[in-house]
């Protein structure tokens, strides 16, 4: 998939937490520079390593199981460290980055334990749909933002 896809997926999944905590207590759970940073950490594998050739994913240190692995236990332990207001964006990042390498698992495979195992996944999203996976995943992105903007004004919220 694209880093656009990788980028808008995530933020789909916050978007539409956030409308959901919004519709139950009357306040947002993440902001705009929240929903910023979950985006940037959905492209983060692509930026961290960058690659041209799909091939070269399969060499990236980025997109295996142990990077996974870290940014979790990273995330996790920063948790406990940041402010509260802060956690749910903190912990969307994490489920940002573990979502990259899990839709480049079904759209190409990666190594995803070198040296012990090899390639997982396969070409289960073709190449040819990944554009019109972009159009929907920022569609989707956009309508879900907006939602939980006006779901804002609803309750009598700042913007």
Known sequence: MTPL??????I??????DCRHIARTGAPMVNRWH??????SGMLPDVLDPHVLLSDRLNSWTHTGWFMGLVTVICL??????????????LLCCM???????SD??????????PFVGVVGDYYIPVRYWL?????TIVGAYLLCWRSRHLLRAVGRKI
Do not use: N, T
């Open 77 to 90: 332990g920063a948790a406990r460290r940041v402010p509260a207001h802060h956690r749910p964006a903190l």
């Open 35 to 40: 929903i910023l940073a979950i985006g940037i």
């Open 132 to 136: 019109h996976i972009d159009l929907v």
């Open 105 to 114: 698992l079904l759209s190409g495979g990666v190594a995803l334990f070198p």
């Open 96 to 102: 940002a980055i573990c979502l990259h390498i899990v």
């Open 12 to 17: 789909i999944i916050a978007a539409a937490v």
């Open 5 to 10: 896809s990788h980028a808008a997926l995530p």
